[in-house]
């Protein structure tokens, strides 16, 4: 059953039980949902509402539409999982089918910069001017319009002042992460991730800053040939939203 077409009265129009029951029951009757699914051909606002009435099990909080968990009579935010990735026509249909992420690129980095100083033999030294940044690996990639890039940097050593140096995730010239000090005096591995929009041309880059008012170095524990790039590392990888 479909709604009632509207009927336009007339001054001395003869009343009929068939047009008050076609414009009044069978109106309510659609409206109620007796009759079928009830189509809304513009829009349908939920302002905040309280408790549900009746069999209602949809209501608004916050502006966020919930559905009624029967099994604690609690009400949940609604999660959407429709996505327009992969074969994203199939994806968004209705009925119950695997969503997938669709994969833009995936790329990982060495430090290309060679680490030089210390010992040839177990050690060498990267040297940080005071305030100042070094970047240790860095990767260049094209990121399609619409992706949600996720990122990593890191790097071993340790530092030769105390709560002197960190480390930071660059992705598209934002930075999105931010290690503690590297420790003075015991090496350790740093590691950092992060997430960022991005979309055209951009560099992801793991960068030392030094936080100390004069240089220091970040003595990195590399292998025992001489002309070895220090350890450090960055990788990246892209999504379409």
Not at 32 to 61: F, H, Q, S, W
Not at 98 to 104: F, G, K, N, P
């Given at each position: 059953m479909s709604y009632p077409t509207e009927r336009t009265w007339t001054n001395d129009e003869v009343v009929k039980a068939s047009y008050f029951n076609e414009m009044i029951r069978d109106a309510l009757?659609?409206?109620?949902?007796?009759?079928?699914?009830?189509?809304?051909?513009?829009?349908?606002?939920?302002?905040?509402?309280?408790?549900?009435?009746?069999?209602?099990?949809?209501?608004?909080?916050d502006e966020v539409l919930q559905v009624r968990n029967a099994a604690d009579d609690a009400y949940k935010k609604l999660k959407f999982d429709c996505f327009p990735v992969g074969s994203a026509a199939t994806e968004v249909?209705?009925?119950?089918?695997?969503?997938?992420?669709?994969?833009?690129?995936a790329s990982a980095v060495g430090c290309t910069l060679t680490a030089?100083?210390?010992?040839?033999?177990?050690?060498?030294?990267?040297?940080?001017?005071?305030?100042?940044?070094?970047?240790?690996a860095t990767t260049t990639q094209t990121f399609a319009a619409d992706t949600l890039a996720g990122a990593m940097a890191w790097v071993h050593g340790d530092a030769s002042i105390?709560?002197?140096?960190?480390?930071?995730?660059?992705?598209?010239?934002?930075q999105v992460a931010e290690s503690g000090y590297m420790p003075y005096?015991?090496?350790?591995?740093?590691?950092?991730?992060?997430?960022?929009?991005?979309?055209?041309?951009?560099?992801?880059?793991?960068?030392?800053?030094?936080?100390?008012?004069?240089?220091?170095?970040?003595?990195?524990?590399?292998?025992?040939?001489?002309?070895?790039p220090a350890p450090a590392a960055v990788a990246v990888g892209s999504v379409y939203l």
């Open positions: 009757r659609y409206l109620k949902g007796l009759d079928g699914n009830i189509t809304i051909e513009d829009a349908l606002e939920l302002e905040d509402i309280g408790t549900p009435v009746g069999n209602i099990r949809l209501k608004v909080i249909a209705e009925g119950d089918h695997t969503h997938t992420i669709s994969e833009d690129f030089a100083g210390g010992s040839d033999n177990y050690f060498k030294s990267i040297a940080v001017a005071a305030a100042d940044d070094y970047d240790v105390a709560s002197q140096m960190k480390l930071r995730l660059i992705m598209g010239g934002t005096g015991d090496a350790t591995n740093l590691a950092i991730a992060g997430t960022w929009a991005l979309s055209g041309e951009w560099d992801i880059i793991a960068r030392l800053h030094n936080y100390h008012v004069s240089t220091a170095n970040n003595w990195t524990f590399a292998t025992k040939s001489t002309g070895e």
